[in-house]
């Protein structure tokens, strides 16, 4: 532990945390708080009975009595004192878990401790949920897939170690823990860790009871996750000591070796090779630029295993407009033209991949001709045919019917003219003629028409059908 001195003590407590030298000296003497590195053995329940004890009276001797003890004023912190307090014991114990000297320079930066305490409160909240569901390996996810879903998973599921630390410290590369690391300037993080959370991944000790714990959790979820696949079996020797980072370092040695990230790069750089015209209907630029978005990720998964180079977005965009060249529709040539000349760093199309990809998708050819043919799709189907060859074949009937109607197709004028020339038969017909007149009649306008219909005049409901 750092040593402090007089002065750094005196203002840490004074200056930085707000107390009275009265109030101080009480911390320092009486609970025996010289420093935030006694913070390392305080937790929430200490804190509360210190908060307690501040409201009691106290004795001390008195000025002036000859050293005879009199009552004392209880001690007053301000109330922000407490919040402080409770942050500042977490700032203290994370940097001691990443094994960071515990130095005033870095304890009187406010706004860090209250970004530390903010992320670690976070990863309370989530340690409270519990573990989120694991990924599968299944038939339309690969190994490789599973892998870069299982590294999510891990980074984004919290350990049982009090450190809070992401389970994905479990998986790093090397289990011994780097040299003493050093906080970027002016940072609550080392440039190694890149971040809190980073830190802690990298960090955190393996010997611990907590290591076991979560040990325990990424073996389950390897089971879970890999049954019923041909990597299942793998996992056996582990399940007895229940060594999950073991069986997660076995499965990447033997079905995740650098060639098969290099077979992923190789598949990724030649989907990035394609080019797009907008000649094909089927294919979009939307369609295109997705598996461009998809080839990118790929990749930037590659370059965590073996030495890649991941483009930066101006290149992502370079890259794309290099691949369209070829496509003639001025609408679109537009586009990449607009591309290519918003080059703001922070709201240009050219700087910026998903920008550049949306603003031409407005101007993509294929999608605007399949829209234009969707406008001018008739809503009305095609005869297929007006004709039958003597009912054979097609279950169609020809010629005449029973009530002397020609079977075939009739246009809206025909089929008035029939209807009225049917009734006009029906009023000249009795007995069973009548009746299968009337009875055609029926069929054809599905409804009853009773055999007393008088004259050849359609009656008005018959007129509305016809005309309709």
Sequence with gaps: MVAWTNNAVNHYWQTTMGLTAEAKDWLTTVQGILNPGHFLEMDDDTILQINRQTNRMRYGPAPNEGGNLVQLMPIILPAAFWSKLKKSVQAAKHYNWIDVPITPGIMALEPHVNELSMVLNIQDEKRSSGLTLAPKCGKHITFLEY???????????VSSHPSKAPLAYLARDNAAVPDAAVLVHNQVYTAEGGSILGDLTLRLTHNNAAFNEDSKRLLSALVNGLSNTEYASTLEPFKPTWDGRGALIRLKAQFAGDQMWLDLKNSSE?????????????????????????????LVQCSSHINYQVMTEPTKVESMLKHVSECKDPNFLAGVASVKQSSDPDTGLST?????????????????????????????????????????????????GKSGVHLRWYTKEEYSQLISGLLAKAATESGKEKEATLSCISSMIGTDVVAETPTSTPPAFLQRIVQN
């Design 352 to 400: 910026d991949f998903e920008r550049a990809v949306a603003c031409l998708t407005k101007f993509c050819p294929v999608a605007d001709s399949a829209m234009k043919s969707h406008k001018r799709r008739k809503t009305t189907a095609n005869i297929g045919s007006m004709t039958a060859a003597n009912g054979q074949g097609n279950g169609l009937k020809c010629g005449i």
């Design 147 to 157: 892998l870069s879903l299982l590294e999510v998973w891990l980074a984004d599921n």
């Design 270 to 298: 030649n989907t990035l090779a394609r080019s797009w015209n907008g000649s094909n209907p089927s294919i979009t630029f939307a369609t295109w630029a997705n598996t461009r978005r998809q080839a990118h990720t790929k």
